[in-house]
T-cell receptor
Framework: EAQVTQNPRYLITVTGKKLTVTCSQN?????MSWYRQDPGLGLRQIYY???????DKGDVPEGYKVSRKEKRNFPLILESPSPNQTSLYFC????????????FGPGTRLTVT | DAKTTQPNSMESNEEEPVHLPCNHS???????IHWYRQLPSQGPEYVIH???SNVNNRMASLAIAEDRKSSTLILHRATLRDAAVYYC?????????????FGKGTRLSVIA
């Protein structure tokens, strides 16, 4: 089944403790992206990747890092999480770039205390 | 990105057609019109997209006004599973990065 998977689905952590949210797609998509969704603010893009080893900042990249060493994986790294990064995170992928249909993962709900 | 305007909420009876409107009066010539929906506790799901001509797929139809300043998503027979927030989004970034700017969307309720 074609899908985007994210792990973990739920995470409660403390300020400053490094964490990684994994994202993997099995559709051989070139484009991958991370979004966060907050009440009243909609979805906002954090980082995106047009292909392996090619990443770029989205609208709200501060406090986040990403890497794209393999086509299928696009992990989101929070080096020193803070409470304002408490949010619902979605990973998405698309066959070539963001203009094409984007497939979203199920989401990761992160709480930073 | 050009702005879109959608009603906050709409209601439909099950098995009836639903027309979800979207206004985008400042749309540019390169903007595609995308529709996504988000069911409760799930990630957004692609529904349909188009540029100028009307589009049909297995989920819905997209009717685009001749001047492209408005569009309508048509669900031909609403089911309970169609209850979701529907987002109308414009994208025309020719670099290929199209961050999807989700506004508040239209919350569709389907009554059995």
């Amino acid at each position: 089944e074609a899908q985007v998977t994210q792990n973990p689905r739920y995470l409660i952590t403390v300020t400053g403790k490094k964490l990684t949210v994994t994202c993997s797609q099995n559709m051989n998509h070139e484009y991958m992206s991370w979004y966060r969704q907050d009440p009243g603010l909609g979805l906002r893009q954090i980082y995106y990747s047009m292909n392996v080893e090619v990443t770029d900042k989205g609208d709200v990249p501060e406090g986040y890092k990403v890497s794209r060493k393999e086509k299928r994986n696009f992990p989101l790294i929070l080096e020193s999480p803070s409470p304002n990064q408490t949010s619902l995170y979605f990973c998405a992928s698309s066959i070539r770039d963001g203009r094409y249909e984007q497939y979203f993962g199920p989401g990761t709900r992160l709480t930073v205390t | 990105d050009a702005k879109t305007t959608q009603p906050n909420s709409m209601e439909s009876n099950e098995e009836e057609p639903v027309h979800l409107p979207c206004n985008h009066s400042t749309i540019s010539g390169t903007d595609y019109i995308h529709w996504y929906r988000q069911l409760p506790s799930q990630g957004p799901e692609y529904v349909i997209h188009g540029l100028t001509s009307n589009v049909n797929n297995r989920m819905a139809s997209l009717a685009i006004a001749e001047d492209r300043k408005s569009s309508t998503l048509i669900l031909h027979r609403a089911t309970l599973r169609d209850a979701a927030v529907y987002y109308c989004i414009l994208s025309g970034d020719l670099t290929g990065n199209t961050p999807l700017v989700f506004g508040k969307g239209t919350r569709l309720s389907v009554i059995a």
